[in-house]
Nanobody
Framework: QLQLVESGGGLVQPGGSLRLSCAAS????????IGWFRQAPGKEREGVSC????????NHADSVKGRFTISRDNAKNTVYLQMNSLKPEDTGVYYC???????????????WGQGTQVTVSS
């Protein structure tokens, strides 16, 4: 059964850090690019970061550049999102998704996880 499972979310103070994980199973993980998305209450889902199948290429939204880092370990079928210097506006449900295209539009992501909540608040 194909699955993407996010973990690592939680409540953190502004300026703090979290590391999200996305564990994949049921498909050939190394053949897929992975993206992280987030959705705040009342807002549309937006792309945060993405990584190529090999992990050699990455991209980040302007709002998180210099603060977030995406990486992957294909031996462990896992993608990570290291989030530093967190701000209240980073609050939302974070999703990982798999696509056959690196950093393509949201609609091209075939498989999605259930999401993990990140709340940045003092």
């Amino acid at each position: 059964q194909l699955q993407l499972v996010e973990s690592g979310g939680g409540l953190v103070q502004p300026g703090g850090s979290l590391r999200l994980s996305c564990a994949a199973s049921g498909f050939t993980f190394a053949n897929y690019a992975i993206g992280w998305f987030r959705q705040a209450p009342g807002k549309e889902r937006e792309g945060v970061s993405c990584i190529s199948e090999s992990g050699l290429s990455t991209n980040h939204a302007d709002s998180v550049k210099g603060r977030f880092t995406i990486s992957r370990d294909n031996a462990k079928n896992t993608v990570y999102l290291q989030m530093n210097s967190l701000k209240p506006e980073d609050t939302g449900v974070y999703y990982c998704a798999a696509s056959g295209r690196f950093c393509g539009p949201l609609v091209e992501y075939d498989y999605w996880g259930q999401g993990t909540q990140v709340t940045v608040s003092s």
